[in-house]
């Protein structure tokens, strides 16, 4: 489980370290502090990041990385 805020501005890719140790195959929102979504960024994610982008201004976001 990882909890990440969201980039200022909405729809600008962000990234977020994980533990996981392998490519993730996703990801489920667990909890959010504001409406909005979290989706896949442009970049290919690897063993130790994801990268994600949102539609909401700089919300927080508990994810269950798999």
Excluded: C, W
């Excluded at 805020?5 to 990801?27: D, I, M, N, Q, R």
Aim: glycine share 10%.
């Amino acid at each position: 489980r990882v909890s990440v805020a969201s980039h200022a501005t909405p729809g600008t890719e962000f990234s977020v370290a994980h533990t996981l140790g392998k490519v993730p195959l996703g990801y489920i929102v667990s909890g959010q502090s504001a409406a909005g979504s979290v989706y896949d960024g442009a970049t290919a994610n690897t063993a130790t990041t994801l990268y994600l982008k949102s539609d909401a201004s700089a919300a927080t976001f508990r994810l269950i990385v798999f």
